[in-house]
């Protein structure tokens, strides 16, 4: 490759003078080769200097003043850059759409207190429903996510029945009626192939003593004198156990109580629910209990903190097993029912065995 492959002779861009003040003497004595060796690497300028040099070419100083540019086309000047400001600290989030979450858990209120104090059969009719949807939920998640297939017809039919067994015959007849379902379940199943069976069954009758069983301890709490206020106490002290967890723990929360099932729970909240259900529990038991005492509230308030929390570790394992945030999305901000249901399930025996401890049946 000769020299004319490579264009004009160097310009005063890229040395800085002008072409006869070159670092190379002209003619002949400098020979091709010497020249391959020693030239410079071709200048390929942008359009709009060629128009410039051509236009200014007698111009020295302008053609000084290009040395500060680009010697090739990518060499673009750019602005230094500046450092990236620190993003803003970050704030706690709830998690939930806290606004979904207050007006579902307002209007829920209102249909239980509603139904509760108006008439008693009302109430038992929202509990059997709260209890097929939650084996609904339930069952199909089972279904979904292990291929566990529940039979879901005796589990609603037999559960409903539960619940209302339990209000018309007490603990006798939730009994009866709980094992009645749980032979509604075995021969149910055997009208499929027997490929999964024990293992259909095992859900079923797991899933009826779960939901419904321990659901006609509501019922159950419903059929005293003072059966509204006693359910009433049990529901407020869950939720404020719940609640006292949740801002004690988003707010000073810092040791995970059991990081593996819930992350999100912490010692912290722990003592907020104990302190919250505590004082409700006292509160309660002194002005709607009737023949209550404020110091059986104390220990009602520290027996519902723990079963509310071991009950919603339950739920939350099982969900973990399942690999799923929710049971359903039947609640705007909550979830699915038994993802409200978590806590009050295994809470209800808790409160009901109590009250029949310290006030009579």
């Known amino acids: 490759m000769n020299d004319s492959s490579w264009g004009a002779p160097p310009r005063a861009e890229y040395w800085g003078q002008a072409p006869d003040q070159g670092p190379f003497p002209a ?76 007006g579902v858990g307002v209007g829920l209120g209102a249909l239980v207190v509603g139904s509760l104090f108006i008439v008693k059969a009302v109430f038992v009719g929202v509990i059997a429903v709260a209890v097929v949807v939650g084996l609904w939920e339930l069952t199909s998640r089972l279904e979904e996510r292990k291929g ?21 015959r007490g603990a006798e007849g939730a009994w009866v009626a709980m094992a009645l379902t749980a032979l509604a379940v075995l021969v ?11 293992k259909d069954v095992t859900a079923g009758v797991f899933a009826a003593f779960y939901v419904p069983f321990l659901a006609t301890f509501v019922a159950m709490m419903l059929t005293a004198d003072d059966g509204p206020q006693r359910v009433l106490t049990f529901l407020l002290l869950t939720v404020v156990s719940d609640t006292g967890a949740y ?23 722990l003592v907020g629910a104990v302190t919250f259900a505590m004082v409700a529990g006292a509160l309660c038991m002194q ?12 220990l009602l308030g520290l027996a519902v903190a ?17 690999g799923i945030k929710d049971m359903g999305t039947l609640l705007p901000g909550h979830g699915g029912i038994m ?11 808790v409160v009901w065995l109590l009250l029949v401890l310290f006030v009579g049946s």
């Open 148 to 168: 566990i297939k529940a039979p879901l017809v005796p589990l609603a039919v037999g559960g409903a029945a539960m619940v209302v067994a339990g209000y018309v």
């Open 188 to 198: 149910w199943r055997m009208t499929e192939p027997p490929e999964g069976y024990l």
């Open 247 to 269: 801002a004690i723990g988003w707010r000073f929360g810092k040791t995970k109580l059991a990081p593996r099932i819930s992350p999100g729970k912490t010692r912290e909240g």
């Open 287 to 298: 002005f709607l209990i009737d023949d209550g005492q404020w110091w059986q509230g104390l």
């Open 339 to 349: 993802d409200r249901l978590d806590s009050l399930l295994p809470t209800a025996p």
């Open 27 to 102: 003619g002949p004595a400098y020979g091709e080769h010497e020249v391959e060796q020693t030239r410079p690497m071709p200048i390929v300028p942008d359009a709009g200097r060629d128009a410039e040099s051509a236009d200014n070419s007698d111009d020295r100083d302008q053609g000084a003043a290009r040395l500060s540019g680009p010697l090739f086309r990518d060499e673009i000047p750019q602005e230094p850059m500046s450092a990236p400001e620190p993003p803003p600290p970050e704030k706690k989030k709830a998690g939930r759409d806290l606004r979904a979450a207050i």
């Open 306 to 322: 723990a079963s509310a929390t071991l009950g919603d570790l339950g739920e939350s394992m099982i969900k973990r097993d399942l």
